[in-house]
């Protein structure tokens, strides 16, 4: 993490658990982990236009984690993105609460509504899926690729 990517996290807490979490299961840790952050501000205002729904927080799970690793944790260089690694985990709030962009016309494999909220820090697009839930949503990927990659080539899944 840059020191300005440092910096834009510092006015949320939940950074440095989210970074801490993926770094234990990084490390191999099977541990069970769910940390939660309340919806608020800009993001709580998105979700309820978006999606009429009140709600109140999003999480992100061990299961969540180790996806994100499996699928974006190494070789998207063939792609065109860069690598996720434990600390681009404490992005997550501000990439939620900061957003530049949000796209909500995607659905998961089993055809919930899920969406995609981006943010350029330096050059680099972070994004972060939030999809399912009734008051609660999970980030349940992750991803980081250049500003001038399409959003769509950034995010795909091999």
């Excluded at 510092?10 to 099977?30: I, L, M, R, T």
């Excluded at 972060?128 to 008051?135: F, H, Y």
Aim: glycine share 6%; hydrophobic share 35%.
């Amino acid at each position: 993490m840059t020191d300005r990517e440092k910096e834009l996290v510092k006015n949320y807490p939940e950074a440095d658990a989210f970074a801490g979490a993926a770094a234990n299961v990084w490390n191999g840790s099977a541990s069970p982990v769910k940390i939660e952050m309340v919806v608020k501000g800009r993001l709580y205002a998105e979700l309820k236009k978006m999606l009429n729904k009140d709600i109140q927080s999003v999480f992100l799970t061990d299961s969540d984690i180790r996806h994100i690793k499996k699928k974006h944790g190494s070789n998207e260089a063939a792609r065109g993105q860069e690598n996720i690694t434990p600390d681009d985990f404490a992005l997550i709030p501000l990439v939620l609460n900061e957003f530049d962009k949000v796209e909500h016309d995607l659905t998961d494999k089993m055809g919930n509504k899920k969406l995609l909220f981006q943010k350029n820090c330096g050059g680099l697009i972070y994004l972060a899926a939030v999809e399912r839930g009734i008051t609660k949503w999970k980030c349940g990927h992750s991803g980081k690729c250049a500003s001038q990659v399409p959003r769509a080539d950034c995010f795909q899944s091999p």
